[in-house]
């Protein structure tokens, strides 16, 4: 399947990679709790992300030549995707430190989370991805109106996401004994590791948010038109990242390794 510029086929499209998505997700959950095969979820994951980066984050734009002179909104746009990306990147090593720090202070065990809670949030940070695929799909094709809603749909979402994690997960997880203090030795660092990795996540969630306002209330202002939205595409493809940073963070959080029981 190659991308697409008609709208309603990026529509559809955009429709059936959610589909593809949200069954890999619930395979993902299927995989671990009936037999927790580390080595296929970890297969599931990179095939989430490769999906996002590729369909809901663009990556082949990246290939695309740029037209016109230096100060051409078409130039501009394209060094400004690609000092975007170089960001991406530099940020995605702060993730993935905090994947090395998670494997190497549990190993294959796995604190005691909420496990419906964790697929809730996940799906709820799923959809908002849709919808800010359908968002941008429907300014690049000029629709003001389909993309301020479909952003105040994904903001709703990735605010009831944030909640779920900070004021209800990180509340569970505290009564259930999970604390970040390395004094104690027999759950300190798997509170630490739970709270650092979810912590940063949800800092990149609330700064995602505060983007999405931004260039939803430009929207209002008629800044953005379909030959000129950049602000809109860069908040797309920061979201995206948000989800496909999660897609990770999920299963080495919930659903890879051993349970722990904190006593």
């Known amino acids: 399947m190659t991308h697409t510029h008609d709208k309603s086929s990026a529509l559809r499209q955009g429709v059936l990679i959610f ?28 095939i989430k992300a490769a999906l996002v980066m590729y369909y ?41 430190g905090l994947l090395v720090m998670r ?19 996940t799906a709820v940070l799923l959809f908002s991805s849709f919808f800010m695929n359908r968002g941008e799909t429907a300014m690049a094709h000029g629709d003001t109106k389909g ?31 999970l604390i970040a203090s390395f004094g104690n030795p027999a759950t300190g660092p798997m509170g630490a590791v739970f709270y650092m990795m979810t912590g940063m996540h949800a800092f990149h969630v609330l700064t995602g948010l505060i983007f999405l306002f931004v260039v939803w209330n430009n929207a209002r202002k008629g800044v953005y038109s379909a030959e000129k939205h950049w602000g809109v595409e860069a908040a797309a493809v920061y979201w ?19 349970l722990v029981h904190l006593d």
């Not at 080595?39 to 990179?46: E, W």
């Not at 746009?77 to 090593?93: C, E, I, K, P, V």
């Not at 294959?108 to 949030?121: C, D, I, K, M």
């Not at 990242?241 to 659903?255: E, T």
């Open 56 to 96: 809901y984050m663009h990556i082949y734009k990246l290939n695309e030549e740029n037209e016109g002179d230096e100060n051409s909104y078409a130039y501009k746009t394209g060094t400004n995707r690609l000092g975007l990306w170089f960001f991406l990147l530099s940020d995605a090593f702060v993730f993935a």
């Open 19 to 46: 589909v593809y998505l949200t069954v890999l997700t619930i395979l993902e959950y299927f995989v671990a709790v009936t037999f927790n095969a580390t080595s296929i979820l970890v297969v599931v994951a990179v």
């Open 240 to 258: 995206h990242f948000v989800d496909l940073v999660w897609i990770f963070f999920y299963p080495a959080l919930y659903l890879i390794g051993t």
């Open 103 to 121: 494997l190497n202070l549990l190993g294959f065990t796995r604190p005691p989370l909420n496990q419906t809670l964790g697929f809730a949030v």
């Open 147 to 177: 993309f301020m809603n479909n952003v105040l749909i994904t903001f709703v979402m990735g605010l009831g996401f944030l909640l779920g994690v900070v004021m209800v997960e990180w509340r569970i997880a505290a009564e259930e004994g």
